[in-house]
């Protein structure tokens, strides 16, 4: 196997045994994003020259004895361009952000540094994290390594496709209402979106406040586990994060599913999903049960609205937090013969179109005589929603289902037609809406070769259990070891 092709935990043991140097292992990711990047347009910038210090440094730790390295000594990684990276400009995707290069690190970013990793460069993604399928990013659309004509999904398309195009080992993106879960399902890779607050969100570029979780992709459910150990966890700077304690993910992955009760919902399988899919996902519930787990048909019964809800409250938050982008602190700044002029010039040529539709559309939630009839009611069925899945929760550990209704549909096919388009994300923004935690694997191909993702889903802080569930799927499969060619 070629370096490139190591999952963190093949790589972490190599390098720990000398099999291989830090820096030889960078210089093979760096040769394989020049040989392929120019096709799948995974990466926004690139950082060789600081990755590569990174890996000496590595090197020198892996090689003392008087040091214990970090967990991710050596590895080197991606992190999604909404997360702000010291000295590394850090775009979000958007014009408005062009030249921005933070002073500081995120909390995730700075946890990775202190684990040992290396920084390879920061991915594409939709502006401001608000797409489906990495087509919104104002510089480029990101391609799917499966497909190139397809989208990679969003909006960590870019985190996803330079995971399955072994462009990286694991990469960091975020997910708003399945923006790390979808991307996963459509590049077929791993996905991993924690409980709201288990991972700090200092640093990270806002776009819906109460939603937005920092995520892993990466090729297995062990590396997912890794990851997350590394980057949850309580900060001080971040308000909504948890005080608990972080459990070591990766002793959790037994293998073992005897006892584990298992919902599956009547509402996640709905008229007009694609056939090879339900059939996928329903021969991998097969395969739980096979495993010893007990399976449990459960309803979910306002995953109807969550659509409704997601782009009403989401596009709200949005609104405000885009609001300081006006010319005056940073970012793009557009002069105009009155301040009103310089702000209006200067975000009508920063946003683009799916931006300020979504500003427009969380203005008018929240405008006098509308705030009660769409915001607040909004927020009164997403109660709702999740006090479905504490009724589930009480009586499965987990519940299990696709995560999208296709595969990754072609680039150009939906960007004209923005609920179709939304409606990609149907089965994964519930759980933001919740606060709970879950993942996607791949679980099978459709007749054009493409991923399909099962999406396991945990309770707050259950993301021991979602692990478990997925690795043990994913150990008595073998559909994760499959690699796009390019």
């Excluded at 850090?90 to 933070?102: C, E, H, K, Q, Y």
């Amino acid at each position: 196997m070629r370096l490139h092709q190591l999952t963190i935990h093949e790589a972490r043991d190599r390098l720990t045994s000398g099999e291989f140097s830090a820096v030889e292992l960078s210089e093979a990711l760096l040769e394989r994003i020049l040989a392929v990047d120019n096709d799948v347009k995974a990466y926004l910038t690139l950082t060789p020259e600081e990755a590569l210090a990174q890996a000496h440094a590595a090197d020198r730790l892996l090689g003392s004895s008087q040091e214990r390295p970090g967990s991710l000594v050596g590895i080197p990684l991606a992190v999604k361009d909404v997360l702000c990276t010291q000295g590394i400009r850090t775009t979000a995707g958007s014009r408005v952000l062009d030249n921005f290069v933070p002073p500081y690190d995120a909390t995730v970013v700075a946890r990775l540094k202190a684990a040992g990793a290396v920084i390879l460069g920061k991915t594409n993604t939709d502006e401001f994290a608000m797409g489906s399928s990495t087509e919104n990013s104002a510089f480029f659309t990101t391609r799917n390594p499966w497909d190139l004509d397809r989208v990679p999904g969003g909006s960590s398309g870019g985190s996803a496709a330079a995971v399955a195009a072994a462009e990286c080992l694991g990469a960091l993106g975020t997910d708003t209402g399945g923006s790390v879960r979808q991307p996963a399902g459509f590049c077929g890779v791993v996905g991993f979106k924690p409980s709201y607050g288990r991972v700090s969100r200092y640093g990270l570029i806002a776009f819906a406040s109460s939603l937005d979780q920092v995520g892993v992709l990466t090729r297995d459910v062990t590396d997912a586990a890794l990851l997350l150990e590394v980057i949850a966890g309580h900060d001080p700077r971040d308000s909504t994060s948890i005080g608990l304690p972080v459990p070591e993910y990766a002793a959790s992955l037994t293998g073992d599913l005897r006892g584990v009760r298992v919902g599956v919902p009547r509402e996640y399988f709905v008229a007009g999903m694609q056939s090879k899919v339900e059939e996928a996902v329903r021969a991998a519930v097969d395969v739980l049960a096979d495993l010893g787990a007990e399976v449990h048909e459960i309803g979910l019964p306002h995953t109807e609205y969550a659509l409704s809800v997601y782009y009403l409250i989401a596009p709200a938050e949005a609104s405000a937090n885009l609001a300081r982008y006006d010319g005056v602190r940073y970012g793009l700044r557009v002069e105009g013969e009155s301040l009103r002029e310089m702000y209006t010039t200067t975000r009508g040529q920063g946003f683009g179109p799916e931006v300020k539709r979504r500003i427009m559309l969380g203005t008018y939630a929240l405008s006098a005589g509308y705030y009660d009839a769409y915001y607040l009611k909004a927020q009164q069925v997403r109660t709702l929603i999740k006090a479905d899945f504490d009724v589930a929760f009480e009586k499965v550990d987990v519940v299990v289902g696709p995560t999208t209704p296709s595969t990754a549909f072609r680039i150009g096919e939906k960007s004209g037609d923005p609920l179709q388009m939304y409606l990609s994300d149907v089965f994964t923004l519930s759980m933001n809406l919740a606060g709970i935690c879950g993942l996607s694997l791949p679980c099978g191909f459709d007749d054009a070769g493409l991923p399909i993702g099962l999406q396991v889903m945990g309770p707050a802080w259950g993301e021991e259990q979602a692990l478990r569930t997925a690795y043990a799927y994913e150990q008595a499969t073998e559909w994760h070891t499959q690699r796009p060619v390019l």
